[in-house]
């Protein structure tokens, strides 16, 4: 499963020295990759922040897993217009719950510009995947990640000041945390975390 950040702080640009929206540039390593892979593994798509109502809620399973779904995942993206917070926790929640982890393995890719504004506790989720006997990996990719010293809705965030919280996920679950600074940088995670190793 891909789950990607589309909330508001994806169509920042300007005070962090961007020269477009991070959205942009992802929509174009996302066309780049993705085809690449899902020739070869079944992925689906799970999105959160744009949607109605509490923002902290707006969490959307596009599809689960399938084959051949590049068309589907790069036309979902382009459609996307990033609006709202971040429940970065309860999303990579949603996405183990959609792959049925507790009865088979499963791979979470995040792709995400930093931090949880819903409350969430990543490390403390990956604590949970991974004590619940989940065979999980969460791999994390941290597009664009700006620290900042603001108070976001986190307990563990404090930690984290230079990067992203989420990253505690991926170390906690046995995957990879990818830091993405262009187009090319994410592409590359991007496969090398939703490409099979035999490829």
């Known amino acids: 499963m891909i789950v990607f950040d589309g909330s508001g702080s994806m169509s920042e640009m300007g005070f962090n020295t961007l020269d477009e929206p991070r959205i942009f540039e992802a929509r174009r390593a996302v066309r780049r990759a993705v085809p690449q892979i899902t020739p070869y593994r079944r992925v689906g798509l799970l999105v959160y922040g744009p949607g109605e109502g509490d923002s902290c809620s707006n969490i959307d399973l596009r599809f689960g897993p399938r084959a051949n779904a590049a068309e589907r995942i790069v036309g ?38 930093g931090k949880e504004t819903c409350g969430g506790t990543p490390c403390q989720l990956g ?38 919280v989420a990253e ?31 490829i």
């Open 76 to 113: 979902a993206l382009d459609a996307l217009q990033p609006d709202g917070m971040t429940p970065l926790s309860a999303s990579v929640a949603a996405a183990a719950e959609a792959l049925e982890v507790r009865s088979r393995p499963g791979v979470v890719v995040l792709v995400t510009d």
């Open 127 to 164: 604590e949970q995947l991974a004590a619940e006997g989940a065979d999980l990996v969460v791999h994390v990719i941290g597009f664009k990640v700006r620290g900042d010293f603001f108070s976001w809705d986190s307990p563990e965030q404090a930690g984290f000041v230079e990067g992203t």
């Open 168 to 198: 505690c996920l991926a170390l906690r679950t046995g995957g990879r945390y990818f830091p993405a600074e262009t187009v090319d940088e994410l592409a590359e995670a991007l496969n090398s975390s939703l490409g099979c190793a035999a």
